[in-house]
């Protein structure tokens, strides 16, 4: 890992600006080919690495785990050890799009249903028609399968995005990262659905004001059990101070 970091619950967030994070960072890895495996963590992933070491070890190895949640970021101010700003995961993807299509770079879309990463990359072939689109897998495969990470080398991708969600997304880039020679990988949860148009994100507003949670609960009130996670998860925080 590089850079200063903040420790939540012992896993250690990158503490940098998004600008910072791009410009410093991944822009220069990109363009000398170096390998690069980014976790974007909420609360509910730091609880999960609090309950799954196999998972935790795997998020550990990443060169970069960015506050990609609220919580997070309120975490941080509890602990009065604040993260300088949230940096979310479909927001760093939209800007390594653009990248990648100004500097010849290739991506690969792994996950989701077969029709929404179909739909998620005829939108970005819309709004980066020059962008190289090494290829695309739909995200229902099982893990032990290596046959998905030959197809997506053979393919020699230089940004990979995986939206199998968590934990899968980030095991799978664990355990096939080191049989890549290049790449930066990130897991980008439900992205290709806010790509395809089957989810939107909340309004400025409501992100601005750290209540894009509240917008998605109030939106997709199923995912009520996931917000539990959070609330338990700044509760700990409070309690705890770590």
Not at 8 to 13: K, L, R, V
Not at 45 to 64: F, G, H, P, R
Not at 75 to 83: D, G
Not at 119 to 137: C, Q, S, T
Request: glycine share 6%; aromatic share 12%.
């Amino acid at each position: 890992m590089s850079n200063e970091h903040i420790k939540i619950m012992d896993i250690p967030f990158v503490n940098i600006t998004q600008r910072d994070l791009l410009k410093g960072e991944l822009y220069p890895r990109l363009q000398a080919g170096k390998k690069s495996y980014i976790v974007t963590a909420n609360p509910e992933i730091v609880m999960y690495a609090k309950e799954n070491k196999a998972y935790k070890d795997a998020i550990l190895t990443a060169n970069y785990i960015i506050p990609d949640g609220a919580g997070i970021v309120i975490a941080s101010k509890v602990l009065k050890k604040p993260l300088k700003e949230r940096v979310t995961g479909f927001d760093l993807m939209i800007k390594l799009l653009s990248h990648a299509e100004g500097k010849a770079l290739s991506c690969y879309f792994l996950g989701a249903k077969e029709e929404v990463v179909q739909a998620a990359v005829k939108r970005v072939k819309r709004d980066y028609p020059e962008l190289k689109i090494a290829g695309y897998h739909h995200g229902y495969f099982d893990l032990e399968d290596a046959s998905i990470a030959e197809r997506v080398k053979e393919a020699n991708p230089d940004i990979v995005f995986a939206a199998l969600g968590f934990p899968k997304q980030e095991l799978w880039i664990n355990k096939y990262l080191a049989g890549f020679q290049k790449g930066l990988f990130m897991g980008v949860g439900g992205s290709f659905d806010i790509l395809a148009g089957n989810s939107k994100r909340a309004p400025y507003f409501w992100i601005k004001l750290n209540l894009e949670w509240l917008y998605r609960l109030i939106k997709e009130p199923f995912r009520w059990k996931r917000i539990l996670k959070v609330f338990e998860f700044i509760i700990r925080i409070i309690l705890f101070r770590k």
